[in-house]
């Protein structure tokens, strides 16, 4: 349906809009450090500069003259030589210092001003989509209660043999669940869910727990844009979860997903803990050719049975 793509793409467009913002916000981190240690290399010059222009102020310049007319033998004047030459080096050193460090804190000032700026746009565009993804949200549950008390009654009729037919596949499944926790995968095992397949296959790291983590959050609706167990999740949003619970970090969104895979494989070839994708859509595989997803607005997370997926992604 067209609002289902409509809220996708949003989900996708809010997260890259809230990974630049948060991206400017750490540059911004950044460039106040480099100001930070700009000043205080440009305090530590000018108190040393400070000085010397004070020592000079009250013994007067030391001339070439001074030092010629004022030593008492040829070793004495290059000695005396060489003090000037490393006096006037030191300066003009600390004065290229302090004026290299004031040019880094001008580069990073403006660097600073320009992330702060994208960072606030970012942040309102994040904020702009949000909104309309969340109006898009209440016109399909609007239309949802436009619904003619006939059609509203195939429409129940039609859920509660899908709830029966979801039980059944609960049933199923937390057999399955329960024989694979008494027999855990076994990396490099062999896959023959498949006829004619024989060779060995690793399944996706942590498969047990990233299962687990899908069943544990069955019956929480599905909230756009949000991924807090026991009160809401989208699609991406419950996939990203359920593998952080086995350690392992991936992207937000569904394209980040596909793009991160390690592998791409046919759907045919999905083992449990792999993640089902379609362009907007994705869930956890869990065996026996279902999936447990958070599906839409108005709906729960839920077990379901393989639609028109286009990858199984492993990392």
Request: overall charge negative; glycine content about 8%; some cysteine.
């Amino acid at each position: 349906m067209q609002w289902e793509a409509e809220l996708a793409t949003a989900s996708n467009n809010y997260f890259i809009a809230m990974d630049a913002h948060n991206a400017a916000l750490t540059a911004m981190g950044e460039a106040q450090g480099r100001i930070d240690a700009a000043q205080v290399v440009i305090a530590d010059t000018q108190i040393k500069l400070g000085a010397r222009a004070s020592n000079m102020y009250k013994s007067g310049p030391l001339s070439f003259l001074d030092v010629l007319f004022g030593a008492a033998s040829f070793e004495d004047f290059t000695t005396r030589w060489d003090i000037l030459n490393n006096i006037n080096r030191e300066n003009a050193e600390l004065i290229a210092k302090n004026k290299e460090a004031k040019q880094d804190a001008e580069t990073a000032h403006q660097e600073y001003s320009i992330q702060e700026q994208i960072s606030v746009e970012k942040l309102a565009e994040a904020e702009q989509i949000k909104a309309a993804a969340e109006q898009t949200v209440v016109q399909y549950q609007a239309e949802l209660s436009s619904l003619t008390a006939e059609v509203a009654e195939l429409v129940q009729r039609e859920q509660e043999a899908e709830r029966a037919r979801q039980a059944e596949i609960d049933r199923l499944a937390a057999e399955a669940a329960a024989a694979a926790a008494a027999a855990p995968i076994v990396a490099g095992g062999s896959y023959t869910s498949s006829p004619g397949y024989t060779e060995p296959i690793d399944p996706p790291p942590g498969a047990n727990a990233i299962v687990a983590a899908a069943y544990s959050q069955l019956g929480v609706p599905y909230v756009w844009a949000d991924s807090t167990p026991g009160v809401g999740f989208d699609c991406s949003g419950l996939t990203r979860w359920c593998y952080a619970q086995a350690g392992i970090s991936i992207p937000r969104t569904d394209g980040g997903q596909y793009a991160a895979a390690n592998a791409r494989l046919p759907v045919s070839e999905a083992l449990p803990g792999d993640i089902l994708w379609m362009p907007g859509h994705v869930g956890i595989a869990i065996g026996g050719g279902s999936y447990i997803h958070a599906p839409v607005p108005g709906q729960v997370v839920c077990i379901a049975s393989y639609p028109l997926f286009s990858y199984a992604l492993r990392y």
